[in-house]
């Protein structure tokens, strides 16, 4: 059904007692055309954009938990295009632009919010990296400016700007389109966008193998709902990516890592944009519920446990409540980890791999929110095609081995 | 946050003492020259990253100052061993890692 005002009222005369579901719950098919493995944002991006631009249809979305559920549901939401690299700038301002039309692309209001998002400098380094960044995003044509102590302060009227800080703020980069979305209503609207155009979307359902003929070439998956055949396999795994891939005996470029976040009591408003530190690992927001969202750096470990330890996040409220000193007194109310996939150059996998019929996309680690439509988008092109999409194609697993490594890691440090 | 077990202090401390470095037994060839790209390439960038038990560098940075090694079930995130740098793996009992 259609979301609008007219059936807004039709279902209210109602008392909204019909309201259909958003998405089947299908059981699996024997064989599809293509299996993508992950029912997150990128996972279920793609399968919507195969079926809405390819006229591939015959698909399916294997998630072993609930849809969402992975980093998708956990993330803190930032969105912003403003990346030191050629390669980055294109695929994520690629995505900025399908942000700022998707509640309508989707009929569904994913609550995209382009409230600012501000990186702040606190030493020299950081001063001189970010106006690097400004100025090769402005010749790349995307929103970046550079802002004074004060200026961030008018900005951003809680922030503290004393001199007298350990880390003291001495300036921040402003990208005004960026902002943030709701997390869940991406992953629900890409699920019922792809459900109406005919893909299953099939929860519980864990992948266990991967299939292969006698050429080694994909012939589809086992999963704990049985077989299912498919020519082509896209893994969407984030922080299980390795796992998968090593059932079709590939190694990966990637460790995984919990990152954590937490959310506070609800309180009016109060901060009006996004506020990011990459030299003191925290980053600040508030949802439209009140809370304010807040993030730190990953553990230090390799992990798929989805928590972490409680000395990251007591490091990332120090640094946050001597930013924002009026934050001090606020209880936080939950806080969780996600396994995020993490790449040597904190850059994103996204392609063919040396097994025909098997793509992969991956290697987002603590950023690929921001991605989620750009990146479904590239990613099903390349499947429908079976060649890499120009955007993507930078993105290549090849690049490890040929040192065309796309160096965001030393670009941020942090990259959200 | 983890307690950590190092083999040479031969003392259990917090997590903060020490740094993470990275898989273990990762051996950089004697002649990297000679190696063509895809292994130097696997050396430099490819990992195991298992679900499971996993062979760990650790550092005690604010300790002794040593690195040595760890299996550590990367699902409960239990530390299952600690050994010193240059002993082999040690084997561990099969009920060890389903705790
Ligand atoms: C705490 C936190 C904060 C973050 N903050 C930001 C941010 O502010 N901005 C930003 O841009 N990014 C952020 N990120 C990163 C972002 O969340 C991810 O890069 C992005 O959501 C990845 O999306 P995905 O769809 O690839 O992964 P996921 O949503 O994790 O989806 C992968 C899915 O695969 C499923 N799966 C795994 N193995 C199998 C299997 N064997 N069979 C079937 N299904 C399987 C999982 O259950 C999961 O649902 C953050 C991440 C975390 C954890
Ligand atoms: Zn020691």
């Known amino acids: 059904m259609q979301y609008s005002f007219l059936n807004l009222v039709r279902q209210g005369l109602s008392g909204h007692q019909d309201w259909p579901a958003q998405w089947r719950s299908p059981e699996p098919k024997t064989a599809y055309d293509v299996v993508v493995v992950g029912a997150g944002g990128h996972g279920l991006a793609t399968a919507y954009y195969l079926a809405k631009e390819h006229g591939i249809t015959n698909v399916a979305v294997l998630e072993k938990g609930w849809l969402g559920g992975g980093n998708t549901g956990r993330n803190t939401t930032i969105i912003r295009s403003n990346y030191l690299w050629e390669e980055s700038e294109a695929i994520y301002e690629h995505a900025l632009r399908l942000w700022e039309t998707l509640s309508r692309e989707l009929n569904y209001n994913v609550m995209y919010s382009p409230r600012g998002v501000m990186m702040l400098a606190h030493n020299v380094h950081d001063v001189q990296v970010f106006k690097r960044h400004v100025h090769a995003n402005r010749l790349a044509g995307i929103d970046n400016e550079w802002l004074s102590p004060e200026e961030a302060k008018a900005f951003c009227p809680p922030l503290n700007i004393s001199r007298q800080l350990r880390y003291p703020v001495l300036g921040g980069a402003l990208q005004r389109r960026g902002g943030v979305a709701r997390h869940d209503a991406v992953a629900w609207g890409y699920a019922r966008g792809a459900d109406r155009l005919g893909v299953d979307i099939i929860q519980n359902c864990e992948v266990t193998g991967i299939r292969r003929d006698i050429n080694g070439a994909v012939e589809g998956v086992e999963t704990t709902r049985g077989t299912i055949k498919a020519k082509k396999v896209g893994v969407v795994a984030a922080g ?41 690992h925290a980053y600040i927001s508030q949802s439209d519920k009140g809370e304010l969202v807040i993030g730190a750096g990953t553990d230090v470990y390799t992990s798929y446990s989805q928590t972490g330890g409680l000395h990251i996040t007591t490091h990332t409220l120090e640094a946050i409540a001597e930013l924002f000193p009026t934050f001090r007194r606020l209880r936080m109310m939950r806080n969780w980890g996600g396994i995020v996939d993490v790449t040597p150059d904190r850059s994103p996998i996204i392609g063919t791999t040396p097994v025909p019929g098997l793509f992969v996309n991956c290697g987002w680690g603590t950023g690929g929110f921001k991605a989620t439509p750009g990146s479904g988008h590239v990613f099903a092109a390349t499947i429908a095609r079976g060649e890499p999409h120009p955007i993507a194609a930078p993105f290549s697993l090849e690049r490890f081995v040929t040192g065309r490594l796309i160096d965001e890691a030393a670009a941020a440090a942090v990259a959200h | 946050m983890l307690l950590i077990h190092c083999p040479y202090c031969a003392m259990e401390r917090p997590e903060i003492e020490f740094r993470h470095a990275g898989e273990a037994h990762v051996a950089r060839a004697p002649d990297p020259s000679q190696l063509d ?18 062979a760990e560098r650790w550092r005690h940075v604010h300790g002794c100052g040593r690195f040595f090694n760890a299996l550590r079930d990367t699902v409960s995130d239990r530390l299952l061993v600690t050994y010193k740098a240059g002993e082999v793996r040690p084997e561990l009992p099969p009920q060890e890692h389903s705790r």
Not at chain 1, 248 to 273: D, N, Y
Not at chain 2, 37 to 54: M, Q
């Open chain 1, 240 to 280: 299980h990516t390795s796992v998968l891939m090593a059932m079709a005996s590939l190694r990966m470029p990637i460790e995984s890592f919990p990152l954590q976040a937490l959310v506070s009591e609800p309180i009016k408003p109060v901060l009006p944009c996004v506020v990011m530190s990459n030299s003191i």
């Open chain 2, 37 to 54: 790209d895809e292994t130097w390439a696997e050396f430099l960038y490819f990992r195991s990253n298992p679900k499971g038990v996993h």
